[in-house]
């Protein structure tokens, strides 16, 4: 009975229990990060717990072929998203996330995140960029910055303070963003409704973290580093929440109850091909706030661009750390120290983070460069690395259509014009 039950439902509805069971006998770390689905999938989710990883990774096998049959237009590609996800979800149960070495960290990293991991970034070339955005603010070099900032700091951030910030955030996303996306001014009503709660760390999860709980509800945790003065703690909400991470799922599940996606897209497995497409808008977004206060946007500018050289030369401390294996923990110290001009204390908890997360982490800079190809109308749309991909190509094409299209009507107006002299 449970067996032909299972077998009339749609494919993403199949992918969705899958994924829950697997959830349940994993126990290293989520499988599931969050889900905001309908709750009836749930009653499948202990028959498939009693039959096991491998039968689950069986089923997701099937599954793939199942899914040619699911429609992939544009600019959706819903096919493509979720053939993405069930590779991702089978071949992370296959292989785990444990502490990978060499071609097994990088074959585990292109099979479950969908992305070759680069060589190491040419850091100079980067600095040359960072350095281009502090001297379009007449800094001399990052430490004149900081020490500024040192001066106006105000101390640690209240949690009062936070849900001001949180509130100001939003205003400034539904003038600067919402407006200039696919049904965003449906979104604005969401957000107004979103209560967004602030908790406590939670075991096997970072110290920074968010998770959405569905009906337009979020609960962030923001570690004491992050709240340490109030640019780090909107650095952090920004990401975390608006115009990052709450937004995106916002609009996932606004999409799901419009029908634009299926039930596929109200599940977020913590690594999967969706995971750099996640974390790339949350470190992108902000560069759309345009209508923050000029010296609060000045201070995002490069606060953003220098994490973002320090997450690459971060990159290049787990590629040469772990895929080269030929870095060793004092050379790394020394490297970040360098580079970014990390204290001791902090290197040891960067190097930490990317020890522990070691297949999640390339998803930050790889995403980072990704998300950028694409334009800001489509930029919530749930995607895939693949589904990003062809999304892009459609754009492009888009672009194409309409250069051909103006060129074609100058030409007409120019001949009509003519014609009447």
């Known amino acids: 009975m449970f067996e032909r039950n299972f077998e009339q439902l749609m494919t993403p509805e199949k992918f969705v229990i899958l994924a829950l069971a697997a959830d349940r006998l994993v126990g290293d770390k989520p499988i599931v990060f969050n889900y905001f689905g309908p709750d009836y999938l749930k009653r499948y989710v202990a028959a498939w717990k009693k039959l096991g990883v491998g039968a689950i990774v069986g089923r997701l096998y099937l599954l793939e072929e199942e899914?040619?049959?699911?429609?992939?237009?544009?600019?959706?590609?819903?096919?493509?998203?979720?053939?993405?996800?069930?590779?991702?979800?089978?071949?992370?149960?296959?292989?785990?996330?444990?502490?990978?070495?060499?071609?097994?960290?990088?074959?585990?990293?292109?099979?479950?995140?969908?992305?070759?991991?680069?060589?190491?970034?040419?850091?100079?070339?980067?600095?040359?960029?960072?350095?281009?955005?502090?001297?379009?603010?007449?800094?001399?070099?990052?430490?004149?910055?900081?020490?500024?900032?040192?001066?106006?700091?105000?101390?640690?951030?209240?949690?009062?303070?936070?849900?001001?910030?949180?509130?100001?955030?939003?205003?400034?996303?539904?003038?600067?963003?919402l407006p200039n996306i696919f049904h965003g001014g449906d979104v604005e009503q969401l957000l107004d409704a979103s209560k967004i709660k602030l908790v406590r760390p939670k075991k096997d999860l970072p110290p920074c973290y968010y998770i959405y709980e569905g009906n337009s509800d979020g609960?962030?945790?923001?570690?004491?580093?992050?709240?340490?003065?109030?640019?780090?703690?909107?650095?952090?909400?920004?990401?975390?929440?608006?115009?990052?991470?709450?937004?995106?799922?916002?609009?996932?599940?606004?999409?799901?109850?419009?029908?634009?996606?299926?039930?596929?897209?109200?599940?977020?497995?913590?690594?999967?091909?969706?995971?750099?497409?996640?974390?790339?808008?949350?470190?992108?977004?902000?560069?759309?706030?345009l209508s923050l206060a000029p010296e609060l946007k000045r201070s995002i500018e490069i606060t953003t661009a220098r994490e973002h050289f320090c997450k690459k030369a971060l990159y290049n401390v787990w590629y040469n750390m772990f895929v080269e294996e030929r870095l060793s923990a004092e050379d790394a110290f020394a490297y970040l120290k360098d580079e970014c001009g990390f204290k001791k204390e902090k290197i040891g908890k960067w190097l930490s983070f990317i020890d522990e997360w070691r297949v999640y982490y390339p998803s930050y800079p790889i995403g980072t460069d990704l998300v950028k190809k694409g334009s800001l109308y489509n930029l919530y749309i749930p995607k895939t690395i693949s589904s990003l991909n062809k999304l892009v190509q459609f754009e492009d094409e888009l672009k194409s259509r309409r250069k051909v299209y103006e060129k074609d009507s100058r030409k007409a107006i120019l001949c009509d014009a003519g014609q009447l002299m």
């Open 67 to 177: 899914a040619c049959y699911i429609e992939d237009d544009a600019p959706f590609f819903r096919q493509t998203y979720i053939v993405s996800q069930i590779r991702s979800l089978r071949s992370l149960l296959e292989t785990g996330s444990s502490k990978l070495t060499g071609e097994h960290l990088t074959g585990v990293v292109k099979d479950v995140l969908d992305v070759v991991p680069p060589k190491p970034y040419d850091l100079a070339a980067l600095k040359l960029d960072f350095n281009s955005v502090l001297g379009k603010y007449a800094y001399n070099d990052y430490s004149e910055f900081h020490a500024e900032q040192k001066n106006a700091d105000t101390g640690k951030v209240s949690d009062k303070t936070v849900r001001l910030l949180i509130e100001m955030l939003k205003d400034i996303c539904k003038k600067d963003i």
């Open 219 to 289: 609960a962030i945790c923001i570690s004491g580093d992050h709240k340490k003065d109030s640019l780090a703690t909107m650095r952090t909400l920004m990401h975390e929440l608006i115009p990052g991470h709450h937004i995106y799922y916002l609009y996932k599940e606004m999409m799901f109850y419009y029908g634009f996606v299926g039930v596929e897209a109200t599940l977020d497995l913590l690594y999967s091909s969706e995971t750099p497409i996640n974390e790339g808008i949350a470190e992108t977004a902000p560069r759309f706030m």
